[in-house]
């Protein structure tokens, strides 16, 4: 039987076919992906802070650029950032006063609406017997007395969120920073890293930077007019049905609406809630009606045309990327899809045509050298 023969010294050993050195390989690529995986969920928190930042510096280039044109682009960056800044306390001035004065006033007028409800009770035969088994109006009644002296006990409920909002508070303060200084400096680091790249590759890749954060800046363009439409509907809708702070509520849904998908829906219900205390239920049934059109005509006509538009995406990516984007990082990921899903399609075009045959060519055939001279006549 002849000898299996021993392995040169310094040779790899091989293992079924594999040499030590591959498994080896292979084995620290799966311990490095995992360590990678590991440190981005570890995280993940500032890295969604970080990719927040840069969808608001580009959103926000595209203002900043058209102020530049007539001073000086430091103080184009802290006009648009104090008007970014101003919009949230114009805001609460509108909504907080109307909400107050609604609130106080449904404490206010609790019992008398469950003394209506008595009596609505009371002339349904139905709804007499239910009453007759199990008291419910008059445990109603008893809860709205009590009511009045258990506000106060909301106090110790906001304070239990008190930690939370302030480092929602930090998070914002963050994001405005990281921005601040991606918007001040962000395009310089891409052209430095264009730059590193080649002359040619650096022109393809300024290119698809530029294209990238006009998609973003008319994507932001097409939700705040998609919203406006919404808005300036909405408070038709409420003053032809007489519902006070039609203007505030009209803001309410201008906001909101800037939310995919859930959005538009939770700014239908709070106002149909605030309608029952007005008109019930002439105005809830008609504001009820509306929301569902307009909805179904928003999500399936507006949104689609106007994002399509905006962006240059065909409205079934746009209604794919929303879902995929709402399904796997909820309000947020339904938020930011359809730019990026505008980015991954530019990218993939961009690409496309740098990697063109004669793009090619022109990028890899080398620089003829130069003829020698031909001899002159004897």
Same mark, same amino acid.
């Given at each position: 039987m002849a000898a299996v023969p021993s392995p040169a010294p310094g040779a790899p050993v091989k293992l079924s076919g594999l040499s030590s050195r591959v498994v080896l390989r292979v084995v620290l690529i799966v311990v490095l992906v995992v360590l990678a995986l590991w440190l981005i969920y570890e995280v993940r928190r500032p890295l969604t802070w970080v990719f927040i930042a840069g969808f608001v510096a580009i959103a926000l280039s595209?203002? +900043?650029n058209l102020l530049q044109r007539r001073m000086r682009r %430091?103080? $184009?960056i802290a006009l648009v950032y104090f008007g970014l800044i101003l919009v949230p306390v114009l805001v609460a001035a509108m909504l907080v006063p109307p909400i107050v004065?609604?609130?106080n006033l449904l404490i206010d007028n609790l019992p008398q609406y469950v003394t209506d409800l008595q009596q609505f009770v009371a002339k349904n035969e139905q709804l007499r017997q239910l009453e007759q088994d199990y008291n419910i109006t008059a445990e109603l009644q008893k809860q709205a007395s009590s009511l009045p002296a258990r506000v %106060?006990?909301?106090a110790g409920i906001l304070s239990g969120i008190g930690l939370r909002l302030v480092? /929602? @508070?930090f998070a914002g303060v963050t994001i405005l920073i990281l921005s601040l200084f991606m918007l001040g400096s962000g395009r310089g680091w891409l052209n430095w890293v264009a730059e590193r790249q080649g002359h040619e590759r650096a022109e393809w890749l300024n290119r698809l930077f530029d294209r990238i954060g006009n $998609? +973003? %800046?008319n994507y932001v363009a097409g939700a705040l007019g998609q919203a406006l439409v919404a808005g300036v509907l909405a408070y @038709? +809708? =409420? =003053?032809i049905l007489g519902v006070p702070y039609a203007g505030s509520l009209a803001v309410v849904i201008f906001l909101l609406d800037l939310v995919p998908l859930v959005g538009a829906t939770l700014g239908a219900i709070l106002v149909g809630v605030i309608t029952v205390f007005n008109d019930f239920p002439t105005a809830t049934i008609v504001w009820t009606i509306w929301s569902i059109i307009y909805q179904q005509v928003e999500? /399936? @006509?507006?949104q689609p045309w106007i994002q399509a538009r905006a962006v240059q995406v065909h409205p079934f990516v746009v209604l794919v990327s929303v879902l995929f984007g709402s399904t796997l990082f909820g309000v947020l990921g339904a938020l930011l899809a359809i730019p990026v899903a505008a980015a991954i399609q530019i990218a993939i075009v961009e690409y496309n045509s740098f990697r063109r045959p004669e793009n090619l060519g022109a990028v890899r055939a080398p620089v003829p050298a130069p003829e020698p001279p031909e001899p002159e006549p004897a």
């Amino acid at each position: 039987m002849a000898a299996v023969p021993s392995p040169a010294p310094g040779a790899p050993v091989k293992l079924s076919g594999l040499s030590s050195r591959v498994v080896l390989r292979v084995v620290l690529i799966v311990v490095l992906v995992v360590l990678a995986l590991w440190l981005i969920y570890e995280v993940r928190r500032p890295l969604t802070w970080v990719f927040i930042a840069g969808f608001v510096a580009i959103a926000l280039s595209g203002p +900043v650029n058209l102020l530049q044109r007539r001073m000086r682009r %430091g103080f $184009a960056i802290a006009l648009v950032y104090f008007g970014l800044i101003l919009v949230p306390v114009l805001v609460a001035a509108m909504l907080v006063p109307p909400i107050v004065e609604q609130l106080n006033l449904l404490i206010d007028n609790l019992p008398q609406y469950v003394t209506d409800l008595q009596q609505f009770v009371a002339k349904n035969e139905q709804l007499r017997q239910l009453e007759q088994d199990y008291n419910i109006t008059a445990e109603l009644q008893k809860q709205a007395s009590s009511l009045p002296a258990r506000v %106060g006990d909301a106090a110790g409920i906001l304070s239990g969120i008190g930690l939370r909002l302030v480092n /929602s @508070i930090f998070a914002g303060v963050t994001i405005l920073i990281l921005s601040l200084f991606m918007l001040g400096s962000g395009r310089g680091w891409l052209n430095w890293v264009a730059e590193r790249q080649g002359h040619e590759r650096a022109e393809w890749l300024n290119r698809l930077f530029d294209r990238i954060g006009n $998609a +973003v %800046g008319n994507y932001v363009a097409g939700a705040l007019g998609q919203a406006l439409v919404a808005g300036v509907l909405a408070y @038709i +809708v =409420l =003053l032809i049905l007489g519902v006070p702070y039609a203007g505030s509520l009209a803001v309410v849904i201008f906001l909101l609406d800037l939310v995919p998908l859930v959005g538009a829906t939770l700014g239908a219900i709070l106002v149909g809630v605030i309608t029952v205390f007005n008109d019930f239920p002439t105005a809830t049934i008609v504001w009820t009606i509306w929301s569902i059109i307009y909805q179904q005509v928003e999500n /399936s @006509i507006i949104q689609p045309w106007i994002q399509a538009r905006a962006v240059q995406v065909h409205p079934f990516v746009v209604l794919v990327s929303v879902l995929f984007g709402s399904t796997l990082f909820g309000v947020l990921g339904a938020l930011l899809a359809i730019p990026v899903a505008a980015a991954i399609q530019i990218a993939i075009v961009e690409y496309n045509s740098f990697r063109r045959p004669e793009n090619l060519g022109a990028v890899r055939a080398p620089v003829p050298a130069p003829e020698p001279p031909e001899p002159e006549p004897a």
